[in-house]
């Protein structure tokens, strides 16, 4: 079954992953709702963050090109790997999941749509989309409120 883009990858994930990446966004936010000199330069680092599908991607033309060229220089079974790389390819585009995918979600590796998740919840506690939450005093509600616009 073909299942939808933007959540394909989290519904092929163990719960208990997903968990743990919501918790690190919601712990990132709530810090920096006490810390808001901090926020220009979350937001720099999540704009040079690799989401789990360029990570894929770049890892799979990796093996791929080199059983080529290890098949084309010294020995024919080589390229077995390439056809095997892009089978797991094929699979994720279609799946949402693939061998690798559990173990980059375990080493922390986010979907686009987790990354814009903080992104957009950091800039809305730094007020890129006007007044959040009952008020800057209580950097835990505001925290709160803005993950919840995030996620809409």
């Known amino acids: 079954m073909v299942q939808g883009t933007a959540q394909r990858v989290s519904r092929s994930t163990a719960r ?12 990132s936010v709530r810090w920096h709702a006490e810390h808001p000199d901090g926020i220009d330069r979350r937001l720099r680092e999540l704009d040079e963050e690799w989401d789990i599908e360029r990570t894929l991607e770049a890892n799979a033309s990796t093996l791929a090109f080199t059983g080529v060229v290890l098949g084309a220089t010294f020995d024919r079974r080589w390229l077995v790997l390439p056809a095997v790389v892009t089978a797991f390819l094929f699979q994720h585009a279609v799946q949402g999941w693939c061998p690798p995918l559990p173990i980059l979600r375990r080493l922390g590796f986010r979907t686009m749509r987790e ?3 903080e992104r957009y919840a950091l800039k809305a506690l730094r007020g890129d989309f006007g007044q959040i939450g009952p008020g800057p ?5 505001r925290a709160d409120h803005a993950l919840q616009a995030a996620r809409l």
């Open 16 to 27: 208990e992953i997903n968990e743990q990446i919501e918790a690190r966004i919601a712990d």
């Open 137 to 141: 005093r209580n950097p835990d509600t």
């Open 115 to 117: 990354i814009d998740i």
